[in-house]
């Protein structure tokens, strides 16, 4: 039963993907089924169920975040961020914590002088109200998502449930990608990042969430494909996600997946006893053959053009100068920047407008750590500082996570190549902050002391 409601789901999104593509408008409708199926899930869950249901509806948004854009879906750009943010809400306001979230509330604060900063210095350039909305919504998603996570219990097996669904909606945008562009070899022209193979939309960005799904489906091949049936199944998922997102050629998104896919195995591989040490130990055999498979498809369907890509060479094999496409000058300028305002920094949204007028470029770095700098100075400085150290001092009490380092990773590799852009960033970083619990009966993930642990803890109890 449990295989069948499996497949149903990837079938529905499947035709989901089908129907989107074959009629745009449905993104929309799309959008509204689920803002009112997730809202009413959360009102209607039982007391003990409220945080999974939150995490849930957060998952599934940030899963079908950048298809909603990709298919003019979302109503306004950064609709799935308000919508993670407005379900955190209503968590907090439904289910109490035990757990005062501290540092993240000074983190929100941290934010506020930026603001003031770019109010008093707007010139006729500035939309302030489109650049805080722009440059902020991710900060102040990843500062709220931050504080209803902060050290909530979560199942193991609801884990799990929550990266399924999430990769539900990569599968709808995987089937839109496949029907947008059948034919690769009819776009590759040469290695920069495609947006023919990525639906017409960020290169970016989608390569991104797809590097997600990638991440998801690995850990459903390793550990929740019991039998042959679902090794297939999950092994082809994996396949074509990794396919569609090696082939938009922007690499951020496909590098931070094998980040995150290492540290989940080496950890997974740990934490689990000898029996299950030799089935990993098998079964990598497998995952690196199929690697192999689908990195040599890829590279036949882009005439090769993907291992120059990834050897930072041309078209014709020369190799380019500079590896990050010019990002290197972009960072370098938000640092000098920071230098010379290094108390409240240049304010939200107006390094961009620094840039053109002084450069004459009006482009992003993309990188997160800088732009904090050089727009909040020392205030962002100290709210990088509490992003990057409390979930690492989390790390140090709690051990429970096998997936922690997966999503601290990811976080952080992909606020450095994509900024805060879209809301898996601020998701990810937040699971990091969960307090896994895991049946004494799970054999596959807690080792003999663990669960030996486990039962005299229930003995006392």
């Known amino acids: 039963m ?4 499996y497949i149903k789901l990837i079938v529905l999104h499947i035709v989901i993907g089908i129907l989107i593509y074959v009629l745009p408008v449905l993104s929309k409708v799309y959008l509204i089924a689920i803002f009112v199926y997730f809202v009413n899930a959360i009102f209607k869950a039982k007391p003990s169920q409220k945080v999974l249901q939150v995490l849930i509806a957060c998952a599934y948004t940030v899963g079908s975040e950048v298809f909603l854009r ?4 979302s109503f306004l750009y950064e609709t799935s961020k308000y919508l993670v943010i407005v379900f955190c809400l209503i968590g907090m306001f439904n289910v109490k914590s035990y757990k005062q979230p501290i540092p993240y509330i000074l983190y929100v604060f941290l934010l506020i002088p930026g603001i003031l900063v770019a109010g008093f210095n707007i010139t006729e ?8 909305a722009f440059n902020l919504s991710g900060p102040v998603c990843l500062g709220v998502v931050a504080i209803f996570f902060y050290k909530r219990k979560i199942a193991y097996q609801d884990f799990h449930k929550m990266f399924f669904v999430m990769a539900l909606p990569l599968i709808a945008n995987t089937t839109y990608l496949f029907l947008f562009t059948p034919d690769i070899r009819d776009v590759i022209t040469g290695t920069g990042s495609n947006f023919a193979t990525s639906g017409g939309f960020g290169p970016n960005q989608v390569s991104t969430v797809l590097g997600l799904g990638m991440f998801v489906f690995t850990i459903r091949f390793f550990m929740l494909s019991p039998s042959l049936f679902l090794k297939i199944i999950n092994g082809v998922l994996l396949a074509v996600v990794s396919y569609r997102g090696i082939v938009t050629f ?7 997946a094998l980040f995150m896919i290492i540290a989940f195995i080496y950890f997974y591989f740990k934490k689990v006893n000898i029996k299950s040490k030799f089935r990993i130990s098998r079964m990598l055999f497998v995952f690196i053959a199929l690697g192999l498979l689908i990195w040599s498809f890829s590279s036949l369907q882009t005439s090769g053009f993907i ?15 500079d590896i990050s496409t010019g990002r290197s000058n972009l960072i370098s300028f938000e640092l000098d920047e920071f230098f010379k305002n290094p108390i409240l920094g240049v304010g939200v949204g107006k390094i961009k407008e620094l840039r053109l007028k002084n450069k004459g470029v009006l482009a992003a770095s993309h990188n997160e750590m800088s732009r904090i700098l050089s727009e909040h100075g020392l205030f962002g400085m100290m709210a990088l500082l509490i992003l990057l150290l409390t979930p690492l001092i989390f790390r140090i009490q709690n051990k429970s996570n096998v997936f922690f380092y997966s999503c601290y990773f990811f976080w952080f590799l992909t606020i450095n190549h994509s900024s805060m852009r879209i809301a898996a960033p601020a998701f990810l970083y937040g699971l990091c902050l969960l307090d896994v ?20 803890k229930t003995s006392t109890n």
Do not use: F, V, W
């Open 250 to 256: 922007s690499r951020g998104g496909i590098i931070t």
């Open 307 to 321: 291992e120059k890509r990834y050897a930072n060479q041309d078209a014709l094999g020369r190799a380019k100068e």
């Open 437 to 456: 619990k895991y049946a004494i009966h799970n054999t596959r993930i807690l080792d003999k002391k663990n669960q030996s642990r486990a039962k005299h």
């Open 2 to 5: 449990k295989n069948l409601n």
């Open 125 to 132: 350039e500035t939309t302030i109200r489109t650049a805080i």
């Open 70 to 73: 990709m298919t003019g879906g």
